[in-house]
Every structure is written in C-alpha cells, then in structure tokens.
C-alpha cells in the first residue's frame, strides 16, 4: 500500500484547509485509515481515524468540532477538513492506513498556521 498526502500550506488563523491521502496497490487489504501530526520537538500524536467499511470516526479532543474525517471508498481516498485553524495545529501531517497486519505512512505534508 502507498499512500500520498496533498493539500497542506500556509494558512492564517481561523481559516481552512482540506488534505487529501490518495491509496495506491494493495488498497482492498485496508481496514482503517488516519491522520496523525507531528510538530517541532513533539512526538506524533493521532488526529482523527475512519474505518473504511463502517466510517466509525475518532478525534482526538483537540480538534473535535473543527476537523472532519472522511472517506471515498471509490477513489481510495481519505480527507481531512481543517476549520478554525489554530497557530498549534502548525505540523507535518501525516496519512497512516492499517492493513491486514501491516501499517503503513504517506511521506507528510505540511500545514502552517500564522497567528
């Protein structure tokens, strides 16, 4: 399974974004997808999850009401919603799919929130 984030960049505060995770190979192996950051000096921490057959969802309580997780099964694609972007939301995000027995991580991409 590959996996190849897009959509992030510069954006001031209380703005938006909308990253994309496009899968490619093994995708029918995939049971669940997610979104993860990573900031300067910080560990990489889950931002939201979507089981690909149920769409079940999580966030993780820092984003709840300003981020939405989504799926399109027919384009292997998973989005991210980004609203009211906040200066601390700044990191390399990162797709992360669950396959089988195996995980595996797109290369990231980066979001930027000036204050």
């Known amino acids: 399974v590959q996996l190849v984030e897009s959509g992030g960049g510069l954006v001031q505060a209380g703005g938006s974004l909308r990253l994309s995770c496009t899968a490619s190979?093994?995708?029918?192996?995939?049971?669940?997808m997610a979104w993860y950051r990573q900031a300067p000096g910080k560990q990489r921490e889950l931002v939201a999850s979507?089981?690909?057959?149920?769409?079940?969802?999580n966030y993780a309580d820092s984003v709840k009401g300003r981020f939405t997780v989504s799926r399109d099964n027919a384009k292997n694609t998973m989005y991210l919603q980004m609203n009211s972007l906040k200066p601390e939301d700044t990191a390399v995000y990162y797709c992360?799919?669950?396959?089988?027995?195996?995980?595996?991580w797109g290369q990231g991409t980066q979001v930027t929130v000036s204050s």
């Open positions: 979507i089981t690909i057959s149920g769409g079940r969802t």
């Open positions: 190979g093994s995708t029918f192996s995939i049971n669940r």
């Open positions: 992360y799919a669950y396959a089988l027995v195996q995980t595996h």
